[in-house]
């Protein structure tokens, strides 16, 4: 098995986890979720949030499909991009949205940092892209870091029963990156990614009455917010990810992920100015270690 990681693909990993880490703040101020929990008054619900962003991100994908002439996908395919979109874009952003109104916000990165170890898990049962003990050993150091990372906020780790919606999104992420990997090898990343963002946007069409009712009395900080989640992490960084997986096994591709909570504590202390506690720093370090692990020596060489 050979991959590419060229150039073109570090930059397409480095803006995906960029644009990721920024999502976490932007669900939160889409929602502008009270100390207590719960969506503001001034805010959108879980699953309106979800659709307001992918709403956004099929329009702006079917805007550039029209342009340029997209073609349509095969008939024998489309069972398995709906359920593609189904799992990856429906199931996982709104569980994740309603997850993240009751679940503490580190415990909620620790459940989300399960989905490599699944995408290991299946990339070895289903694609044969095997990790190497080495590998598996850097997945569980970026792991740690993240753990550390958690628990940084000096607040303890508290799950409550949304703690499985949370876990829930971690698992079907991995299925979605199998299904991917299939998918794009018959598919431009631009092509797959715009029938997988259309297939899981029409199932959250059960909350449009609510997102008609709550646009008209939302913050426009809170509806910027929907926009930028749907132009940004979601268009552009599910296309720039799909180009990568086509170039790169599912298990190595998935243990940048483990990056994601380092990037967001510095958008934080850049941003909020919130100064990374000592705990953060070192969580963040171990997890840069474990994931250049994965990189370097986490793959069978090829044959």
Do not use: C
């Amino acid at each position: 098995m050979t991959w590419k990681r060229d150039p073109r693909t570090w930059t397409a990993i480095a803006v995906v986890l960029l644009l990721w880490a920024s999502a976490f703040a932007g669900i939160r101020a889409g929602m502008r979720l009270t100390p207590m929990g719960g969506p503001g008054p001034d805010g959108y619900g879980p699953g309106q949030l979800a659709l307001l962003r992918f709403g956004t991100a099929s329009a702006v994908l079917a805007l550039y499909a029209l342009a340029t002439r997209m073609r349509l996908p095969e008939r024998a395919d489309l069972p398995r991009i709906a359920l593609a979109g189904f799992l990856g874009i429906t199931i996982y952003h709104v569980a994740l949205n309603f997850g993240e109104v009751s679940v503490q916000a580190g415990a909620a990165s620790l459940l989300i940092s399960a989905a490599p170890v699944f995408t290991a898990l299946l990339s070895a049962l289903f694609l044969g892209e095997r990790l190497t003990r080495v590998g598996w050993g850097g997945i569980l150091l970026a792991f740690a870091g993240v753990s550390l990372i958690a628990v940084s906020g000096g607040k303890g780790l508290h799950f409550t029963p949304g703690a499985l919606l949370i876990l829930l999104s971690a698992a079907v992420a991995a299925v979605f990156s199998i299904l991917s990997k299939q998918d794009l090898r018959r598919y431009a990343a631009l092509e797959f990614t715009s029938y997988a963002i259309w297939a899981g946007t029409l199932p959250m069409l059960v909350f449009l009455p609510g997102l008609i009712r709550q646009l008209p009395h939302a913050a426009p900080a809170a509806t910027l917010a929907g926009i930028y989640l749907g132009i940004f992490p979601a268009a552009i960084a599910y296309v720039l990810w799909n180009y990568a997986l086509a170039r790169m096994p599912a298990g190595l591709l998935s243990s940048f992920l483990y990056l994601s909570p380092v990037i967001a504590s510095v958008i934080a202390w850049v941003w909020l100015r919130e100064l990374p506690t000592l705990l953060t720093i070192v969580g963040g370090a171990i997890a840069i270690a474990g994931v250049v692990v994965v990189q370097t020596r986490g793959h069978h060489a090829a044959r």
